[in-house]
């Protein structure tokens, strides 16, 4: 079954971009990553979802290497209301054993 | 368009109690998802559903029961409450397997 791993905590300012990565060492083949954020006392929010190479929308870039074993999210010039937790999501299995993995999140805390 | 919503948004019972948790999607989505976050912890998931009349296990199923009788409601059940199911119990609703999945706001759900 395919593992996820992501820092626990980040900390960074108001202005600097933000890079976080996840391991997941077994994905499913044709199965997306895909990284959410999370408010206190909110369900989490869709961020950006990629397959390979790099995805780019209007608040965050993913970068997926070849492998697949690894995504990174990355966060332009922050601000305070990016402090969150952010989740990785990927999938592993097919069809019937088919699971979702989450990932344990990373809290970011952006200061001024 | 409310998205997904869930009924109630707190509930205090006592061990052995019984409940029944609602979410509500007006996306005409698909696949459903009961998922449980204890305090500082990532999702866990509880149960499925991948559309009308079908249900499946998640990763922690037990002590709860799902059904998805109609296509817009996703029940989650808790026929004996235990203390350790206290947690912030979130419901999500998907397309498709691969798509963006859409939380609703989460119940709170404290078990004396």
């Known amino acids: 079954l395919a593992k996820t791993t992501q820092p626990i905590s980040m900390d960074s300012y108001e202005g600097q971009e933000v890079n976080i990565t996840c391991s997941h060492n077994n994905i499913a083949t044709n199965d997306y990553i895909t990284w959410y954020q999370q408010f206190p006392s909110q369900g989490p929010r869709f961020i950006i979802q990629g397959y390979k190479t790099k995805v780019t929308n209007e608040v965050a870039s993913l970068f997926i290497p070849a492998d697949r074993k690894s995504s990174t999210l990355s966060l332009p010039r922050v601000s305070l209301s990016d402090t969150a937790v952010y989740y990785c999501?990927?999938?592993?299995?097919?069809?019937?054993?088919?699971?979702?993995?989450w990932g344990a999140g990373t809290k970011l805390i952006i200061k001024p | 368009n409310a998205g997904v919503t869930q009924t109630p948004k707190f509930r205090v019972l006592k061990t052995g109690q019984s409940m029944t948790l609602l979410c509500a999607q007006d996306?005409?989505?698909?696949?459903m998802y009961w998922y449980r976050q204890d305090p500082g912890m990532g999702l866990r998931l509880i149960h499925y559903s991948v559309g009308e009349g079908t249900t499946a296990k998640g990763e922690v199923p037990d002590g709860y029961n799902v059904s998805r009788l109609k296509k817009q409601n996703f029940l989650l059940g808790l026929e004996s409450a235990a203390p350790s199911q206290t947690s912030v119990y979130f419901c999500a609703a998907q397309r498709g397997g691969l798509d963006t999945q859409y939380f609703g706001p989460g119940t709170r759900l404290t078990v004396l």
């Open positions: 999501l990927v999938g592993d299995g097919t069809d019937s054993n088919y699971q979702l993995i």
């Open positions: 996306m005409n989505h698909e696949y």
